[in-house]
């Protein structure tokens, strides 16, 4: 029997498929239950945390260089945890806001401002008639329902090995007024895990956008994610701006969401010093003050930069065995088919799978039969719609080894039999 579906017999074939279909009755007849739906820490992972929570107690010194953690004031937040952010993106502490868990929430809150309100005194995105966002795309889809919600039209454009397609990028930015912005993530992008290269950062930084209120909205989620000693290098990007004199480019967001507790984190953002006092002026109507108290424990716990790394070699040790085994299950399983491919990420939350154009939903759908919930078909592009409909976001970070091993395997059969009967079809 020959090695790939392509060229096997409509009799080879429907072998195939007879004894795909009993392999998976045997799964589902085992009723299993696990989850590779989202890109969430382990339980291990959290518990690398646990000491913090006893540097914070009642008989705690609650000011942080005389600033109080302990009651309202300090909105851009305390003095020292803005200086970590600040030496973890490179940039002024000047010009950081450290505010609340999520840096979700933040990019949500600077859309909302700029479409109610502005950006640099133009007129609100609300009064502008059509807008458009630019979707690098396979990307994260929580991104793109927060432009969605708000009627913003969503551009998908192509991801290359490289990141986005810029020749796309660059005509649309700099001759489209409607274009107001684009979602990235630059290191370790979700789901792809690749990291922009140099010159694409040189050339988002070089874009002269025809609308005076675009702006890049850079969420370094997985700026100090590596899973390897060699991390993938990333250029900053407001250096970059900096050697080509360019300023009022950039909103970049991180968080310690997958640092510390993903619920009970330190979100933070930069841009530069107009941008930045624009955004503080929008975050003063709905914020009295942060959550100083937690902010005061995480410096306490990562102290700086240095601290940082250290304590995200315990998580790579922990993740590298599950991204390694879902390299090494998924070339054994389907190596030699020629039906996928998938990413090889050096660190971050996820892999990439490229299964066959037309296979993502059913292989979604048939991994929920056997007992094995992923995130959904399509979400990693834009309105939920993959052209190809063949992405699917693998996300092996909260599984134990062993569950992951499982779903794995199940993963395999899925898309063996998937697969086989497209070539048939």
Not at 149 to 154: A, S
Request: hydrophobic share 45%; proline share 6%.
């Amino acid at each position: 029997m020959t090695n790939t579906y392509e060229h096997m017999t409509t009799a080879e074939l429907d072998a195939a498929i007879e004894q795909l279909e009993a392999e998976a009755a045997a799964i589902r007849a085992r009723g299993l239950k696990l989850d590779m739906a989202r890109g969430k820490p382990s339980v291990e992972q959290t518990d690398l945390a646990r000491p913090m929570l006893d540097l914070v107690s009642s008989d705690s010194v609650l000011t942080d260089e005389g600033a109080p953690a302990d009651n309202y004031g300090i909105p851009d937040g305390l003095p020292s945890a803005r200086r970590l952010a600040a030496e973890l993106l490179g940039v002024d502490a000047q010009n950081v806001i450290v505010s609340g868990s999520s840096s979700l929430n933040l990019m949500h809150d600077v859309v909302v401002n700029a479409y109610t309100k502005g950006i640099a005194g133009n007129a609100p995105w609300c009064a502008q008639g059509e807008i458009k966002f630019l979707c690098p795309s396979p990307g994260y889809d929580r991104h793109f329902a927060v432009t969605e919600r708000y009627g913003i039209k969503n551009i998908p454009i192509a991801m290359t090995s490289d990141g986005p397609d810029m020749d796309e990028v660059e005509r649309l930015v700099n001759t489209d007024p409607q274009v107001k912005g684009m979602w990235c993530v630059p290191k370790y992008a979700n789901p792809t895990g690749i990291t922009y290269s140099a010159d694409v950062v040189r050339r988002i930084a070089a874009l002269t956008p025809a609308a005076p209120d675009f702006r890049v909205f850079w969420d370094n989620a997985y700026i100090v994610h590596d899973l390897y000693d060699e991390g993938d290098p990333l250029p900053n990007i407001f250096d970059v701006l900096a050697e080509q004199g360019r300023t009022n480019l950039v909103y970049e967001f991180a968080s310690t969401a997958k640092i510390t507790f993903p619920s009970s984190g330190m979100a933070f953002v930069t841009a530069s010093p107009d941008d930045i006092a624009e955004i503080r002026a929008a975050f003063a109507i709905e914020r009295v003050s942060p959550e100083k108290i937690s902010q005061l424990a995480h410096v306490r716990f990562l102290r700086d930069a240095a601290g940082v790394r250290a304590h995200m070699a315990k998580h790579a040790a922990l993740l590298r065995p599950r991204f390694e085994l879902v390299q090494s299950k998924l070339e054994e399983g389907l190596g030699e088919l020629g039906v996928a491919t998938w990413t090889h990420p050096r660190g971050g939350y996820f892999v990439s799978f490229e299964g066959p154009q037309g296979s993502a939903k059913a292989i979604v759908s048939l991994m929920a039969e056997l007992g094995v919930t992923l995130t959904g078909a399509g979400a990693t592009w834009p309105y939920g719609n993959d052209p190809l409909d063949s992405n699917i976001r693998i996300a092996p970070t909260f599984p134990s080894l062993a569950e992951l091993s499982e779903a794995l395997d199940v993963f395999v059969v899925a898309v063996k039999l998937v697969s086989a009967r497209l070539a048939r079809a």
